[in-house]
């Protein structure tokens, strides 16, 4: 990963989880009706945690010369596409079907319904128009 994705990583890790710190400190969850503020900490910490975990890895890794190269080797790159492409199918698969199962089970609302759904969605979308525009250009 690139060095400015990485701090961007982190940055946007801390800020989630000051501002879920912040919420709960601040008393913002009694200004504005939240059902469970209890978990909008937990939630907003651990995402928070999550990012600058894994953003911060990266930073802290001294590379040698040897690292470097083999990260720019055409077949270790073809190999962890291939491994991305793996995951994203699987990713897809599970996603349909946990939706499906949490629906019909009555476990999930309207809101993270569509919320799944949308994120679903987006990530096809993306998929699609990523793919047609390698096409047109190689």
């Known amino acids: ?12 890790g801390i800020i989630i989880l000051l501002g879920g710190l912040l919420t709960y ?17 937990i939630g ?10 894994s953003g911060a ?5 001294k590379k040698t010369k040897e690292i ?7 077949r270790n790159i073809a190999l962890s ?9 699987v990713m897809n698969v599970t996603i349909a079907f946990s939706i499906f199962a949490l629906v019909f089970t009555g476990y999930m ?5 569509f919320t799944i759904i949308g994120a679903y969605a987006i990530g096809q979308i993306v998929f699609i128009v990523r793919l047609c525009y390698l096409q047109k250009t190689m």
Not at 25 to 41: A, K, T, Y
Not at 44 to 52: H, Q
Not at 68 to 74: C, G, L, N, V
Not at 109 to 113: D, F, G, K, Q, R
């Open 81 to 89: 596409n291939a491994a991305m492409a793996s995951g994203f199918k």
């Open 25 to 41: 400190g601040l008393g913002v969850h009694e200004i504005v009706p939240v059902p469970r503020h209890d978990l909008i900490v």
């Open 1 to 12: 990963m690139k060095k400015g994705l990485s701090i961007l990583i982190t940055a946007v």
């Open 68 to 74: 470097e190269i083999e990260e720019k080797d055409e």
């Open 57 to 61: 890895c990266d930073l802290f890794i």
């Open 109 to 113: 609302s309207e809101v993270p319904c």
């Open 44 to 53: 907003t910490s651990l995402i928070g945690i999550l990012l600058i975990i």
